[in-house]
Antibody
Framework: HLQLQESGPGLVKPSETLSLTCTFS??????????WGWIRQPPGKGLEWIGN???????YYNPSLKSRVTLSVDTSKNQFSLKLNSVTATDTAIYYC????????????WGQGTLVTVSS | QSALTQPPSASGSPGQSVTISCTGT?????????VSWYQQHPGKAPKLIIY???QRPSGVPDRFSGSKSGNTASLTVSGLQAEDEADYYC?????????FGTGTKVTVL
């Protein structure tokens, strides 16, 4: 049974760095050629793609967030991570991690999402 | 990159059909047959219901179907059921990027 689970602080202060981790269970994050992604959704609003990470470490970022985002993978822990720096209140959102089988396919497995609030 | 354009809302009575449009550009929807659709119920994570324009993941009813013409993709839900009431988002591959639609709330009357 494949499962993705986000974890990290639910409250981040403005100008600081948001850090989240996604743990994949039911398989190995590096055993097959999947892409791993982060998507966010501000409360009551639509979905926004943040970036994708290939198991080898190759990254693809939303151009509007590229200057502030870093994705990384830790195959030994079966995890991949998101760091978003210099956050503001507009970064308040539910953050989802998800799996994408190929670059052109959809995200077929999603985590349950974690709400991150940016506030002092 | 700009979000794909969807109508804010759509509705239909049980048993009827509803079609949702998703308009992009020649750089995303029009360039690739890599449009996917997601269903999201309140408080839940999105669920993939269509990928590669017309393909349904295992377990998704064949009441859900997708199509594309030029820069516009469409999702049709036939035989509407109460549980189809949800938000629906399209998404397209756009080179090395991915872009989502603005979302459509489907109401079953």
């Amino acid at each position: 049974h494949l499962q993705l689970q986000e974890s990290g602080p639910g409250l981040v202060k403005p100008s600081e760095t948001l850090s989240l981790t996604c743990t994949f269970s039911g398989g190995s994050i590096s055993s097959t050629n999947f892409y791993w992604g982060w998507i966010r959704q501000p409360p009551g609003k639509g979905l926004e793609w943040i970036g994708n990470l290939y198991y080898s470490g190759t990254t693809y970022y939303n151009p509007s967030l590229k200057s502030r985002v870093t994705l990384s993978v830790d195959t030994s822990k079966n995890q991949f991570s998101l760091k978003l720096n210099s956050v503001t209140a507009t970064d308040t959102a539910i953050y989802y991690c998800a799996r994408r089988p190929t670059p052109g396919s959809g995200f077929d497995y999603w985590g349950q999402g974690t709400l991150v609030t940016v506030s002092s | 990159q700009s979000a794909l354009t969807q109508p804010p809302s759509a509705s239909g009575s049980p048993g009827q059909s509803v079609t949702i449009s998703c308009t992009g550009t020649s750089s995303d929807v029009g360039a690739y047959n890599y449009v996917s659709w997601y269903q999201q119920h309140p408080g839940k994570a999105p669920k993939l219901i269509i990928y590669e324009v017309t393909q349904r993941p295992s377990g998704v009813p064949d009441r859900f179907s997708g199509s594309k013409s030029g820069n516009t993709a469409s999702l049709t839900v036939s035989g509407l059921q109460a549980e189809d009431e949800a938000d629906y988002y399209c998404s397209s591959f756009a080179g090395s990027n991915i872009v989502f639609g603005t979302g459509t709330k489907v109401t079953v009357l």
